[in-house]
């Protein structure tokens, strides 16, 4: 069974910061491009960031832009999103997909994704 996991969420205070990981099984990641994506209460899905499966381009979305950080670990089938100087606006629930594409092109719609965790809360108090 093929599967991404979710990990890491939590509730924390506005300006802290928290570490989401994304782990795979069931079979290798490491030739896909990954993305997060998030959902906040009353609110459609949105892009957050996207990685290409060598890890050497991000792509993220202007909200998030120098306070998230997009990695991947390829040995561990698994990628992080370290979340700094984290606000109220960033709650949401926190989705890791991935793409049947081996591409830095940056794919930012949820249709390009054709594998998806199960999510994890994320609640930043202000």
Known sequence: QVQLVESGGGL????????????????????NAMGWFRQGPGNEREFVATISWNGDST???DSVKGRFTFS???AKNTVYLQMNSLKPE?????????????TNYPR???????????????TVSS
């Open 12 to 31: 924390v205070q506005a300006g802290d910061s928290l570490r989401l990981s994304c782990a795979g099984s069931g079979r290798s990641f490491s030739n």
């Open 59 to 61: 792509y993220y979305a």
């Open 72 to 74: 991947r670990d390829n």
């Open 90 to 102: 960033d709650t949401a629930v926190y989705y890791c997909a991935a793409t049947p594409y081996r």
């Open 108 to 122: 930012r719609a949820p249709n390009d994704y054709n594998y998806w965790g199960q999510g994890t809360q994320v």
